[in-house]
C-alpha cells in the first residue's frame, strides 16, 4: 500500500517561507511523477505544481510561479514545495499526489491516483 505523508505546514505572515515536505514510501517512487495541490475551504482542489519522474521537468500554476519551487529526491522518496513571498490567498491545506499515467502535467486532481493526508498552510496578512 502506498502511502504518502506530507510535513513542514504552518502559519506564517504574509511574504514568509514555507517548505513543504511528502515522504513516499515504496521502492519505485522515481517511476512516478508527482504534484502539490492545495484546497481553501469551501473550494475545489486546485493544482499547484508537479515535477516529472527524474526531476527533469516541473510545470506550475501560474498563480504560484516564481514563487514556489518544487523538487525531489529519488534516492530519499522524497518530494518538497519550497514556498516564497507567500500571500494570504495561498492559505489552504496542501496535498501531494503521485500520478501512475505517463506523462506529469497534469492539472486535474483526477490524474493522480495517491493522496497523502494533507497540511495546513496559513498566511496571515
Known amino acids: 500500500q502506498v502511502q504518502l505523508v506530507e510535513s513542514g505546514g504552518g502559519l506564517v505572515q504574509a511574504g514568509g517561507s514555507l517548505r513543504l515536505s511528502c515522504a513516499v514510501s515504496g521502492r519505485t517512487f522515481g517511476y512516478y511523477s508527482m504534484g502539490w495541490f492545495r484546497q481553501a475551504p469551501g473550494k475545489e482542489r486546485d493544482f499547484v505544481a508537479a515535477?516529472?519522474?527524474?526531476?527533469?521537468?516541473?510545470y506550475y500554476a501560474d498563480s504560484v510561479k516564481g514563487r514556489f519551487t518544487i523538487s525531489r529526491d529519488n534516492a530519499k522518496n522524497t518530494v518538497w514545495l519550497q514556498m516564497n513571498s507567500l500571500k494570504p490567498e495561498d492559505t489552504a491545506v496542501y496535498y501531494c499526489?503521485?500520478?501512475?499515467?505517463?506523462?506529469?502535467?497534469?492539472?486535474?486532481?483526477?490524474?493522480?491516483?495517491?493522496w497523502g493526508q494533507g497540511t495546513q498552510v496559513t498566511v496571515s496578512s
Open positions: 499526489a503521485r500520478r501512475d499515467g505517463a506523462g506529469f502535467a497534469y492539472i486535474s486532481h483526477r490524474e493522480y491516483n495517491y
Open positions: 515535477i516529472s519522474r527524474t526531476s527533469g521537468s516541473t
